[in-house]
């Protein structure tokens, strides 16, 4: 009885290698690319243009009047993104819709914020640099100590590995005052010193309330920003941006979007929707004239352009085939009956999760069960006392029927 | 008698075991230098900055001696258990041929594990001195499936050598080196937070792995 | 008399390719066994089917009373077993495997061992790898011995073995079995050595058991004959008894289990001319190879 559990436990072992290695196999072998649009607003022509990899491998660049057009004129309909470009070819214009316009204006009036999905699930320590915000010198300098903000806010000084006490219960008693409940459950900002300038960190306690929380001449700032009770903040991404528009990004549980504007942290909401922040990226493109959110994912890139109060101005959607929706796509949901993914969406931890293939598979399954019971005919083996094979056939069809052939039945005590 | 057992086991592998003893305790200090130095020549926020913001392993020396352990010990254990036929010696035994081999695996698993005890307990102890809380938190779950590998290796190290079949010996082969590829799928720190449960089931599956085999070859297969 | 080892309708294929089929053979208490038969014959996956480490693909091999495949702890305490090669767990020295194998049986003899690998003059500290052929073989067997089992099998025990440690092997391995009522069974490539030794003899053939007889036995009823005739070619035995024949010229030698008389009349019968018909004693050896034929 033992031995017929070893001989199972080796093939659960195949089957699990099998799930995660054979999807990965059949994509090397089989996998095309895909040919995703870029869409961006032109306000030369006022409308959209996209370019796309066409069916020949070259790049097409097009408008949505069917127009074509070369790479030279393409960009010329996009100034504010190719503004030096157009300088060198001598034909950026002096004014854009009314707005006169040289290439350094441009450049200090662009800005994009993105929001990838992985950095919703990122593997991290939780120790994080608080600068001097309000410093003399024109580079951030990195401080001397780290912080965590568990029961208290804990600052530690890296050369001893000791708790800067000071700082700690400097930091710690003015959260106190506003009313922090600790431990913090999250904290965004920028840890690096590759910034313009810094604005230290957004902080939401174990209550859900946010607060923005810097060091200015050594001293605590920390301010609670008031926002609605119902609204569930799953990540905040911060950007120090020379425009100081908004400090950062919003994502709520629910998929929405809000911008933090300097504006007495104002928070404006995007008009997105259908996002879906674990399929898909998102960017906020502002130029001199408007704002742009493009999302995109699972085949779908929506564009929405609009003023600077972010009220739409004008959409756009566009498909591209996917994968899934190729043939190798669909085969694929047919040959195997699910698959573990070591990857999912785009988070950068490792994981072992099961996804099924849906309905389509059993077909698969079906076809390698009768293959199974045929080839045991044909050797004729006595499938008998090792039933349980066939279960193992049918709940893992390709990846089953390998390994209980590989590993062949022996006749039991 | 199942002492007896224990003192063949350890007959075979005493000089192996000593000598990855020795090793781990070699890595650590060797790794221990490597930090100190480093922490010497640029400080110690600009190492924890390494952690924090590159998501370094400054002990990434670690990587692969709990699978070199695994296997070393595998084959010191059943590679003279196995060569000429020996293994109708242990089957012969007045003993039953299943405890024989899990009492086998027990010395060898034990043998792995005081090993990585060893390694996890000095990395993790001078990184205590170096580093706050959370990254030798972070240290520890790295490090994690780089151990669940060293008890992979020991125990497909123990199926390979006990199958009798040439193919199936290659099948085991190719399947674990696949599984292990997944514990060491890891570039930077704390990936497997979320999945270690997972990984680590199915290393506890490979400790029934080890009667097949040697049933098959009980009973005469090629 | 107890059987010992019971052989029913045993057989056994690899793969498609039949070794023998139905098979019947018995081995009883306090008697020593010998194998023969030539390589491919099915003696080594006769010997390894007996030690339990083949399962038969049909056929019952049943062992004091258990199938050999599936030994319980208890009845193989009471076999011994020596390995083709005399392999033992040669990582050990002489006193580690001593008090390694003693934990497993109740009834060790440590004096058995130590009386015969004493003899060597082998320091206690060596390690068995480092030692001669021979010498490794004293301590196989004196393990066995210190065992104290009922049954021993042992597996082609002259394998590398010069003369004098052979004949050392069987004199202590007889002296004891007779001391002791032991049963054995036991195969060699060198016949000479078995037949000074063993009481019964089972042959075998091509797909099938040949004999199975006290050797004694056949060694008195299986005849080596000899004659002359003009023209040897031409005669052929259709009968039963008549097992090989060679051709050497005009003489003509006839291994059969036919007395002389029977013979006679059947070269009368096919109307041969023969003269000088003489019966010549054989060893065993002569006898396997006049029973089981040259090729």
Redesign the interface.
């Known amino acids: 009885m033992?031995?017929k559990?070893?001989?199972y436990?080796?093939i659960?072992?195949?089957v699990?290698?099998a799930a995660?290695?054979l999807p990965r196999f059949y994509w090397k072998a089989l996998g095309k690319s895909t040919s995703r649009p870029t869409v961006y607003y032109s306000p030369v022509l006022d409308d959209f243009v996209y370019s796309q990899t066409g069916a020949s491998g070259v790049m097409e660049y097009q408008d949505l009047s069917g127009g074509s057009y070369t790479i030279k004129e393409y960009q010329q309909l996009l100034p504010f993104l190719y503004a030096r470009n157009l300088e060198k070819w001598g034909v950026l214009p002096e004014s854009i819709k009314g707005l006169p316009v040289t290439v350094h204006f441009i450049q200090k009036n662009l800005q994009y914020s993105r929001l990838r999905p992985y950095e919703l699930n990122d593997?991290?320590?939780?120790?994080?640099?608080l600068f001097e915000s309000e410093s003399d010198f024109t580079t951030l300098e990195?401080?001397?100590?780290?912080f965590?903000i568990r029961e208290r806010m804990e600052f530690?000084t890296?050369?001893?590995?000791t708790v800067d006490e000071r700082l700690s219960v400097l930091f710690t008693e003015k959260l106190e005052s506003l009313g922090f409940q600790f431990p913090a459950r999250m904290i965004a900002g920028n840890?690096?010193n590759m910034k313009p300038f810094d604005e230290g960190y957004f902080i939401l306690d174990s209550q859900n309330d946010l607060f923005h929380v810097k060091m200015a001449k050594g001293q605590p700032y920390c301010v609670p920003i008031p926002k609605p009770a119902d609204m569930d903040i799953r990540y905040i991404s911060v950007t120090e941006n020379p425009r100081r528009e908004f400090y950062g990004l919003i994502l709520t549980q629910a998929d929405e979007v809000y911008l933090i504007m300097y504006d007495a942290y104002r928070l404006v909401k995007l008009p997105l929707v259908d996002f879906d922040p674990d399929e898909m990226s998102f960017g906020l493109l502002i130029d001199p004239l408007n704002s742009t959110i493009q999302y995109s994912g699972k085949g779908t890139v929506k564009t929405l352009v609009t003023d600077r109060a972010y009220n739409v101005l004008a959409e756009n959607v566009m498909h591209w085939v996917t994968n899934e929706e190729k043939a190798v796509g669909r085969i694929e949901k047919y040959l195997f009956p699910f698959c573990l993914n070591?990857r999912v969406g785009n988070s950068?931890?490792?994981?072992?999760?099961f996804e099924y293939y849906g309905p389509h598979s059993l077909f698969g399954v079906l076809f390698f069960l009768l293959l199974f019971v045929g080839i045991k005919y044909y050797r004729k083996e006595k499938i008998g006392a090792d039933w349980f094979d066939l279960v193992v056939v049918a709940s893992t069809g390709i990846y089953g029927f390998l390994a209980v052939l590989?590993?062949k039945t022996?006749?039991w005590? | 008698m199942i002492k007896a057992i224990f003192y063949k086991e350890w007959l075979k592998i005493r000089w192996a075991f000593i000598a990855l003893v020795l090793a781990s305790i070699f890595a650590i200090i060797y790794i221990c230098l490597d930090v100190r130095q480093s922490f010497e020549m640029s400080g110690a926020l600009r190492n924890w900055l390494q952690v924090v913001l590159r998501k370094n392993m400054y002990y990434s020396a670690f990587r692969y001696i709990p699978a070199v352990s695994g296997i070393v010990i595998g084959i010191f254990q059943f590679v003279p258990e196995v060569s000429k036929k020996r293994l109708r010696l242990a089957f012969h035994l007045p003993v039953d041929e299943r405890k024989s081999l899990f009492l086998m695996e027990l010395v060898g698993i034990t043998a792995n594990l005081i090993v990585y005890l060893l390694l996890a307990i000095g990395l993790l102890g001078f990184s205590r001195m170096y580093f706050p809380a959370e990254i030798v938190n972070s240290t520890f779950i790295t490090i994690l499936p780089w151990i669940l590998a060293g008890f992979v290796g020991y125990m497909a190290t123990a199926m390979i050598a006990l199958e009798p079949s040439l193919l199936l010996r290659i099948v085991y082969a190719v399947v674990s080196y696949g599984f292990m590829q997944l514990l060491y799928a890891g570039t930077f720190l704390n990936q497997f937070q979320h999945s270690i449960g997972k990984y680590g089931i199915v290393t506890a599956i490979y400790l029934l792995t080890v009667l097949f085999p040697g049933y098959r070859f009980r009973r005469g297969a090629k | 008399m107890e059987n010992v080892i019971e052989c029913i309708n045993l057989t056994h294929k690899y793969g498609n390719k039949l070794v023998y089929e139905n098979m019947n053979f018995t081995v009883q208490k306090g008697r020593i066994f010998g194998l023969l038969g030539k390589n491919g014959m099915g003696k080594t996956t006769s010997i390894n089917i007996l030690m339990g480490f083949l399962r038969p693909t049909s056929g019952r091999c049943m062992i004091l009373g258990d199938e050999s495949h599936k030994l319980t702890p208890r009845v193989r305490a009471r076999i011994g077993l020596l390995h083709e090669g005399h392999v033992t767990y040669d990582f050990m020295n002489v006193t580690q495997i001593e008090k390694f194998y003693s934990r497993f049986f109740p009834n060790w003899k440590k004096e058995f061992y130590y009386d015969l690998v004493d003899r060597m003059h082998v320091p206690h500290q060596q390690v068995i790898s480092h030692m001669s052929c021979g010498q490794r073989s004293q301590v196989a067997l004196g393990l066995i011995l210190a065992q104290n089992p009922e049954l021993m099998i042992l597996d082609d025990y002259s394998m590398g073995l010069d003369a004098g440690y052979r004949m050392l092997f069987m004199d202590f391995l007889t002296d004891y079995v007779r001391a002791y009522n032991k049963t054995v069974f036991m195969t060699s490539h060198i016949i000479q050595d078995m037949e000074k030794v063993i009481d019964d003899a089972i042959i075998m053939g091509y797909q099938k058991l040949l004999l199975q007889a006290p050797l004694k036995e056949f060694m008195r009823t299986f005849h080596r004959y000899i004659f002359e005739t003009p023209y040897p070619e031409k005669i052929t035995f259709q009968e039963e008894g008549v097992k090989n024949t060679e051709v050497i010229r005009n003489h003509m030698t006839v291994y059969t289990f036919c007395e002389r008389a029977e013979l006679e009349n059947i070269l009368s019968a096919k109307g041969v001319e023969y003269k000088d018909l003489a019966e010549e004693s054989m060893t065993l050896e002569e006898a396997f190879i006049g029973l089981t034929g040259k090729y």
Do not use: K, M, Q
């Open positions: 033992l031995n559990i070893s001989r436990a080796i659960v072992i195949l699990v290698v995660v290695f593997p991290g320590v939780a120790l994080y640099p990195y401080p001397n100590e780290l965590r530690i890296a050369a001893t590995n840890p690096t070591t950068r931890f490792l994981h072992l999760d590989l590993v022996e006749p005590d």
